[in-house]
């Protein structure tokens, strides 16, 4: 496993070793010791979820303000375009977004340490995003930074208006956000 560091510290795109040939593919998607040995990171999932959505699906920019979460994502079908934006006040670099296309044809991953804000736009005609968790989900302490907030700027690669749950279009600038230390 290969990890890429981001123009932002702490989330890093994991590049899997993916052995193929004439019948298909092989890789592991998780590994315990080859993750730290590429991270220098202990981590402990508690939690694995999947989603499938449609093209134009944007779902985020979600968080919890206790019990945050450390995710490590990736795509098995399609493609997105995955954003984490950093909470953290302490951090030179508060505020400020980085985006990773993650898809079937990369095999990549990517890992959102707890502090950030996360969020993704489908891009082809519908993707299957798994995702593992540091923390079991709470929706008591869930929020959501507004997709769109003109302050923090996300590039979105978008062709149309996105699909957005009630929950995303009720999200909140940086400004009104609970953050974190």
């Not at 990549?108 to 299957?128: C, E, K, M, N, Y």
């Not at 989900?137 to 996300?154: I, K, T």
């Amino acid at each position: 496993m290969k990890a890429i560091p981001t123009a932002i510290a702490g989330p890093l795109i994991l590049e899997p070793k993916v052995f193929g040939d004439a019948r298909g593919f092989f890789m592991e998607s998780y590994n315990a010791r080859v993750f730290h040995e590429a991270t220098g990171l202990d981590v402990n999932f508690v939690q694995d979820n999947h989603s499938r959505s449609g093209k134009g699906v944007l779902r985020g920019l979600h968080y919890q303000i206790q019990q945050s979460q450390g995710k490590l994502v990736r795509v098995v079908r399609g493609s997105v375009f995955d954003v984490v934006v950093d909470l953290r006040r302490a951090s030179p670099t508060f505020g400020q977004w980085v985006g990773v296309e993650l898809s079937e044809e990369n095999n990549r991953q990517f890992w959102i340490p707890p502090g950030f804000a996360h969020g993704f736009l489908v891009t082809s005609d519908s993707a299957d995003f798994l995702y593992k968790t540091t923390d079991y989900y709470a929706p008591e302490h869930e929020r959501s930074l507004a997709w769109n907030d003109p302050d923090v700027g996300v590039a979105w690669p978008l062709d149309a208006a996105p699909l957005l749950s009630a929950k995303d279009v009720a999200g909140k600038p940086l400004g009104e956000c609970e953050t974190f230390p």
